[in-house]
Each structure stands twice: as C-alpha cells, then as structure tokens.
C-alpha cells in the first residue's frame, strides 16, 4: 500500500482565498447594527455588548474575532476597543465614512442576509439542534436527522476536499499510532479514517454519520483498499444509540457546526462510546485564548455562525467544555498551521 503523500506547501493561502468572502459581510452587519459605533466610546467585552444591542452572543463572539483579526478593533483586558482605522472610517460621525459604500454592498450579499438573522435570531434552550426549516444553512439535515441521497454526495465531495491535506497531517503527528479502535463521528467520506487506517496498520476505524452518508462512504474507502479494516454505522448522532468499546472517538469539523449545549451532549455520548482509558479528539481551527484571531479561523467563525448552528473555539472553550463531559488531562496538539486536535481522557 502506498503511504498517503504529504502535501507540499502550506494550506493557509488556500483558506484565505476560501474564506475572504466572510470579511465584507461581517463589516456590513457591524455597520448596519450600530456595533463598532456601539464600542467606539464605550469598550466592552462581546458579552456586554450582546447585552447592550441585543444580538445573539455566540455569532457577536465570531463577527468580534474577525473584526479584531482584520485590524478594525483591538482586545484589551477582555474588552474590545475601536482601532485608527475604525474611527476614521467605520464610525458614522467620520468625514470618512464608508457607510454610502456599505449600503449599496448589502444589496447583493446574501451572506450577509444569513449572517444578519443569526445576530438578530435568538439561540433555543434546549441542546438538541432544530433545523431552520428553509433548507440553507448546511447542517439542517444533520439537524432533522435526515439527508438525501444527493446533499449526501454534494456535502462529501466537499468535506473531502477541504479536509484532505488536514487529514494527513494529523495521521503523521501519529497521535494516534497506540489507537486500535476508532470512531470517526460524522466521518462522511472518511477522509481522516483512511488517512488514519493508511499510516497505522494495527487500527481499525468505523465511521458513523447518517445512513444517506454511508451508502457512499464505502466508495471512498475501496479507493484505498481498506475495505477489511474501515466499516460505517448508520446513525443519527444526536438520537440513536452511539456504538461502544472505542479507545479512541475522532470528531473532525463537528463541534464547530453547533452550540455549545449540543457540543456537551455529543461529548456526552463520546463518553459513553469509549473504554476507560479512551480519548475524544475534536479537531478544529482554533481561535487564539483572546478570541481575536488569527484571521483564517476567525473567518471560519463567521462562515460557521451564518451557515450553521455554530462557532469555531478556543482552547479554554473547548477544555472547559471537555471537562464538564467528564474528561480528564485534556491537552491541545498542533497537527498543522492551522488545525490542532484537542485530546481529553475517560477515566
């Protein structure tokens, strides 16, 4: 068999160009939501300011990461403060203000549509996610529980794009090379199982995503031919019984998709799926520990806030939310420039 190659150049560029269409929509809905006006003389801390203007927190958090990434508004002691470059250009009362631009840019942006009502759309109480009901945003059919066939082929064409080079960056930090069993929730293709399966020959992987996902999987992994080695269960992970005896639950892109109360649950249920001793490992772009960077995961944070139910984490986000699952020793490991997997153990 032969081994997976290493991608040749760095993948940051990639998801710059990827994600540069989130910048403008994020500035048009600060804009028309009075929230760098809102700071200008008044700085505050993202929750202070979701108070104040009434706006959904979690996709206040993601706008306020990519505002302060881009240069347009500074952290200071857990409070964002307006930079030069805002006041001169951002704030109403300017001579220089862009804001004659900034209306004629709304009209033909529906990112900003979608991004608009999640800041203005309060999140439910209850974990278990909904779905919108208008069939755009992503997640919906993770959300009903239900996909078609044709969203199913769609969706893992471009998870496995996207995740590819990530894949093998994290089967050859060999986090994984004492692992024998795994379970890749939401797996989809299983771009990371045969990454994972291709560079450690003792482990054997199953992928559990929905029964739509895992009529397809199966033609991903015979590319590679690891057929005897990577199965699929089909499943709803947010309502059917999660399979036991795992050593070790992989979520790649998952936690990212949903808040913060359905992430529990999920961490939940990884618990529940592992043997003692046994770890989760969620792998996702991380924000820096002030929530203000860098600009590609703080991009990805407002793509994840309007298309889906969630946000990108830091590491004190995702550790505290690990230890209320009942994890213990959980610890961050960079795997690439832009990915880092976060590890917590069972007991």
């Not at 809905?29 to 200008?40: N, P, Q």
């Not at 470059?85 to 862009?98: D, E, G, I, K, Q």
Request: charged share 20%; glycine share 8%; net charge negative.
């Amino acid at each position: 068999m032969i081994e997976l190659p290493v991608p040749g150049s760095d993948t940051r560029d990639i998801w710059e160009i990827y994600l540069s269409p989130t910048w403008m929509p994020a500035l048009l809905v600060a804009d028309e939501l009075g929230v760098l006006d809102s700071i200008a003389d008044t700085p505050c801390s993202s929750d202070e300011l979701s108070a104040r203007l009434g706006l959904n927190g979690r996709a206040l958090g993601s706008v306020l990461a990519l505002l302060a990434a881009l240069g347009y508004l500074a952290p200071r002691h857990g409070r964002y403060h307006i930079t030069d470059a805002t006041r001169h250009h951002l704030l109403p009362s300017s001579p220089f203000y862009w804001g004659g631009v900034w209306v004629a840019m709304r009209e033909h942006s529906p990112l900003y549509h979608q991004l608009r009502r999640a800041l203005t759309t309060p999140d439910p109480v209850e974990a278990l996610p909904q779905s919108s009901g208008r069939d755009e945003r992503s997640v919906d059919g993770w959300a009903s529980g239900s996909l078609s066939s044709e969203a199913a082929a769609s969706m893992m064409k471009y998870m496995h794009s996207h995740s590819a080079a990530a894949a093998v960056a994290v089967a050859q930090s060999d986090l994984f090379s004492a692992t024998r069993r795994l379970l890749d929730v939401g797996g989809c293709s299983g771009v990371f199982s045969i990454a994972l399966a291709d560079r450690h020959p003792g482990l054997s992987c199953t992928i559990m995503d929905l029964h739509a996902v895992c009529e397809l999987t199966p033609e991903y992994v015979k590319e590679r031919g690891l057929e005897d080695r990577i199965d699929t269960h089909a499943a709803d992970m947010f309502r059917d019984p999660w399979p036991q005896g795992y050593d070790a639950v992989f979520l790649s892109n998952i936690f990212h998709d949903w808040r913060p109360a359905t992430c529990l649950e999920l961490a939940k249920h990884a618990f529940g799926a592992l043997t003692p001793g046994g770890t989760i490992n969620v792998h996702e772009m991380l924000l820096n520990d002030d929530a203000a960077g860098p600009r590609t995961a703080a991009a990805f944070s407002v793509l994840m806030a309007a298309s889906t139910q969630g946000q990108q984490f830091t590491f004190a986000q995702l550790e505290s939310l690990l230890g209320d699952a009942g994890f213990v020793d959980i610890g961050c490991h960079s795997t690439s420039p832009l990915h880092s997997v976060v590890r917590g153990r069972k007991p």
